[in-house]
């Protein structure tokens, strides 16, 4: 008997201690589980004349291979809304302009590209999970249709928007991971925008490429250098948010205007303290998707 006792007590210290070690990491699960970051990705659109057909002529279309794009990363918001489960998801999905359209039409639509699942019930979760591409991707067209049609190019103020909005409206606390998708052919230019300080300017267009002796000049790295050329930089706070900026086209027969305008952007996201960065040039929607992927991911 005593040598039966014997044996039940080790036995009975394994077990406890098998079932203490289950309950440390179902918490430790919970916890993992608590702390995984959410979306928050903002897409910025660059409606200037890039998107015309007839200005700025592409196969396909430059509006066509944005629209893919946004597809793209709505597909992948809803696989981490999948993954996540109805309950837990709180993700975040907005569409931008800067400035905002003139036309009413436009404004309306671009409010229905906004999604914000903290602020949803589960079953309204699940409605906006099942409908947000068909949404999205219908809103979105009618915004580029409705803009080529209207042929009113004015220009797209990224550099502003940077200044002023970016922190107001693309970065969320934690758990959030801010992405900030940007869509633009890289020369940026809005009327309301032409500060200029020394040799910084809140603009990029092949005026300042010929005034810097840019273009056509193997050297080109080393006069961004030696003027201190690029944009003007008003802000270092940056380090919560990922920019990833996608479409970079060059001019016809300025190939290299694309390696430029990464060296200026690259000098000006760095300077505002952002710690992830990515600049592509314009690709096919298969490419596309890829870069995207590997950079969501």
């Known amino acids: 008997m005593k040598k039966s006792i014997a044996l039940i007590f080790p036995l009975f210290i394994l077990i406890m201690g098998c079932s203490h070690k289950d309950k440390n990491h179902d918490k430790n699960e919970k916890q993992i589980n608590k702390t995984e970051k959410q979306l928050n990705i903002s897409v910025l659109i660059d409606l200037s004349d890039r998107i015309d057909p007839k200005t700025s002529p592409s196969s396909p279309s430059h509006y066509v291979r944005d629209i893919s794009i946004v597809k793209t990363i709505t597909k992948l918001f809803k696989e981490t809304i999948k993954g996540q489960g109805a309950y837990r998801a709180k993700d975040k999905f907005q569409i931008l302009f800067s400035p905002e359209p003139e036309d009413p039409n436009i404004n309306t639509l671009a409010q229905k590209l906004k999604v914000d699942l903290s602020k949803l019930e589960n079953k309204d979760k ?59 052919d890289g020369y940026i230019y809005h009327e309301a925008s032409k500060d200029k300080e020394n040799n910084r300017y809140s603009y990029i267009t092949a005026d300042l490429f010929e005034k810097y002796k840019l273009r056509n000049n193997p050297n080109w790295k080393e006069n961004i250098k030696k003027n201190n050329f690029g944009l003007i930089t008003k802000r270092n706070d940056l380090k919560n948010l990922e920019v990833l900026v996608l479409e970079i086209t060059p001019s016809k027969g300025y190939q290299d205007d694309e390696d430029i305008i990464k060296e200026i952007l690259t000098k000006w996201f760095k300077e505002m ?20 992927s590997n950079f969501l991911k």
Do not use: M
Request: charged fraction near 20%.
């Open 273 to 292: 303290g952002v710690q992830k960065l990515a600049i592509y040039n314009t690709a096919l929607p298969a490419n596309s998707e890829k870069l995207i």
């Open 126 to 184: 699940k409605r906006t999970y099942n409908n947000i591409e068909n949404d999205i991707n219908t809103n979105l067209s009618q915004i580029y249709n409705t803009s080529i049609k209207a042929q009113k190019w004015i220009g797209s103020d990224i550099w502003r928007f940077f200044k002023n909005d970016v922190s107001n409206y693309c970065i969320e606390k934690e758990p959030y991971r801010n992405i900030l998708v940007i869509i633009t």
